[in-house]
T-cell receptor
Framework: GQQVMQIPQYQHVQEGEDFTTYCNSS?????IQWYKQRPGGHPVFLIQ?????EVKKQKRLTFQFGEAKKNSSLHITATQTTDVGTYFC????????????FGQGTTLQVKP | DAEITQSPRHKITETGRQVTLACHQT?????MFWYRQDLGHGLRLIHY???????NKGEVSDGYSVSRSNTEDLPLTLESAASSQTSVYFC????????????FGPGTRLTVL
């Protein structure tokens, strides 16, 4: 079935450093969503990307969808301790039926 | 405000017992999903429903069942709990194709001894 690979699995950064997580698929994706899960919490929707080459920004977060729609990335500029958590990419499953296929996630630790 | 709730939040049970986890949403969403989350596996889909009387198997459905008798609820039943089903379970709902952001419940931590 459809799968996505997220790298890295873990990332430790010093507060103020940048952070990037990548999501890669072997198949073309119709769209992709990103979620954040704080420690002990539940996943929370961040954004959805639909168009080839799309770039969206939310304050210090920049989301990109590749030109071939087979990869996506989330970049955080100048990390803060509030960025700690696990970031998941989640493209649609086949058939665009609202079912998501979650990547394994990248867990970000930020040292103050 | 609309919300999605899960109960119980924590449950300890014994191998072989039947367990039902409740999920209730007031978003009036058609789509509802059950996931389990284990270290190293991310979120894996157990069952999902696109509306009343509709249920579908996800990637890890063995040993689990769901039923959808109304829009608001999608209970998850473990027919005969096994230690391998010790996990954190999340329920989620979404409005459909065009509004498919998933809203997650707070989760249920299930321990099977």
């Amino acid at each position: 079935g459809q799968q996505v690979m997220q790298i890295p699995q873990y990332q430790h950064v010093q507060e103020g450093e940048d952070f990037t997580t990548y999501c890669n698929s072997s198949t073309t994706l119709s769209n992709i969503q990103w979620y954040k899960q704080r420690p002990g919490g539940h996943p929370v929707f961040l954004i959805q990307l639909v168009k080839s080459g799309e770039v969206k920004k939310q304050k210090r977060l920049t989301f990109q969808f590749g030109e071939a729609k087979k990869n996506s990335s989330l970049h955080i500029t100048a990390t803060q301790t509030t960025d700690v958590g696990t970031y998941f990419c989640a493209p649609y499953g086949s058939g665009n039926t609202g079912k998501l296929i979650f990547g394994q996630g990248t867990t970000l630790q930020v040292k103050p | 405000d609309a919300e999605i709730t899960q109960s119980p939040r924590h449950k300890i049970t014994e191998t072989g017992r039947q367990v039902t986890l409740a999920c209730h949403q007031t978003w009036n969403h058609n789509n509802m999903f059950w996931y389990r989350q284990d270290l190293g596996h991310g979120l894996r889909l157990i069952h999902y429903s696109y509306g009343v009387q509709d249920t579908n198997k996800g990637e890890v459905s063995d040993g689990y069942s769901v039923s959808r008798s109304n829009t608001e609820d999608l209970p998850l039943t473990l027919e005969s709990a096994a230690s391998s089903q010790t996990s954190v379970y999340f329920c989620a709902s979404s409005g459909g194709y065009r509004n498919n952001e998933q809203f997650f419940g707070p989760g249920t931590r299930l321990t099977v001894l």
